[in-house]
């Protein structure tokens, strides 16, 4: 049974027509080929064999007339129910593709063309063996055997050779010994020294002869020399070329970027259902706007007048404020400008 490699299988499949391309990629035939196979109890990987068989015939790889006898051996089932098969298969899937088949291969697709026999394959021609290039033996020459020369002296013992006897030691003569010389006399004692002549002593302001005789010796010139110097004398460097200056690069301007609008998040007025938030009996509302309240012991006052020249609120009484969100507000009074800006 002759197979096909990857290569002529993408190559017929780059050559199919739109119809037969859709047809091998069909959900509804995968259908029709798993119930005829499990017609014929064909299961597991035998089926996947009927599918690409059948794939051999649409691609135009193998022909009617071996469609049978593939399945057969493909599947290890007899040749009649490989026919019974066959008929199924091209009733329900080849059929409906004949005329796409005959004008893309040419063949006929009916039921007597899966029953023609097969063309008879040519027998292969064995290949020829390579001529193999046959090297004769070398000729055995016979050696005949050398005459034995004489052995060479055997050289002394490696002990003899490492530590040499000492040459023969013979006794010097006696010499006899110099006279000893007597004794030299001692060197003579050095003269006691002389004893400092003294100078009589002269009064401090009186002139010695000596300096007032004698001129005064001239100094001795002296040569300047010139200082030593501790640092090497530097070499003039050279001025290398200056480069001509460039101007510096101007720096890109960036886009402004539009400025984008995010809106706030709106805050909700705190709930009575706030779980953070310490709820408070009304009992105890009423009681604390009592304690906050202040009398006044004096009484009422009459309320206040603003007289003309006076400047107002000289002594305004202000009473207290309660700051809490849940305490109750008076109403504003109304605005006696209101109806004159109306």
Do not use: C
């Amino acid at each position: 049974m002759k197979t096909f490699t990857d290569k002529e299988i993408s190559d017929s499949a780059s050559r199919l027509t739109q119809p037969l391309r859709e047809a091998i990629y069909s959900a509804d035939i995968a259908e029709v080929i798993v119930a005829i196979s499990a017609k014929y109890s064909i299961t597991g990987r035998k089926i996947s064999n009927v599918s690409g068989e059948i794939g051999y015939i649409i691609l135009g790889l193998a022909r009617p007339e071996e469609f049978t006898s593939r399945l057969s051996d493909r599947l290890g089932i007899k040749t009649d129910d490989a026919r019974k098969l066959v008929q199924d298969i091209y009733q329900s899937v080849l059929k409906p593709l004949a005329t796409e088949l005959k004008h893309l291969y040419g063949f006929e697709l009916n039921e007597n063309a899966f029953n023609a026999k097969p063309p008879p394959v040519a027998p292969q021609a064995e290949p020829q063996k390579p001529a193999t290039l046959v090297i004769p033996p070398r000729p055995v020459v016979q050696q005949t055997e050398p005459t034995p020369r004489p052995a060479p002296p055997s050289p002394p013992p490696a002990s003899t050779q490492a530590n040499p006897p000492p040459p023969a030691i013979t006794p010097a003569e006696p010499r006899p010994l110099p006279p000893r010389q007597a004794p030299s006399a001692p060197p003579p004692a050095p003269n006691p020294p002389y004893p400092p002549q003294q100078r009589p002593q002269m009064p401090k302001n009186a002139v010695s002869s000596e300096t007032s005789l004698s001129s005064p010796k001239p100094a001795a010139p002296t040569v300047p020399r010139a200082p030593i110097s501790i640092f090497s004398p530097q070499i003039p460097a050279q001025e290398l070329p200056r480069e001509p200056s460039r101007p510096a690069p101007e720096k890109p301007t960036l886009p402004h970027e539009p400025r984008v609008f995010t809106p706030r998040r709106p805050t909700f007025p705190p709930q009575d259902t706030d779980p953070y938030r310490e709820t408070v009996m009304p009992q105890e509302k009423e009681l604390q706007q009592k304690r906050d309240t202040v009398s006044d012991p004096r009484g009422t006052e009459p309320p206040f007048q603003v007289k003309r020249g006076e400047p107002p609120y000289v002594n305004p009484k202000i009473p207290p404020i309660d700051l809490r969100d849940d305490a109750p507000r008076p109403p504003a009074p109304p605005d006696p400008h209101w109806e004159k800006l109306t």
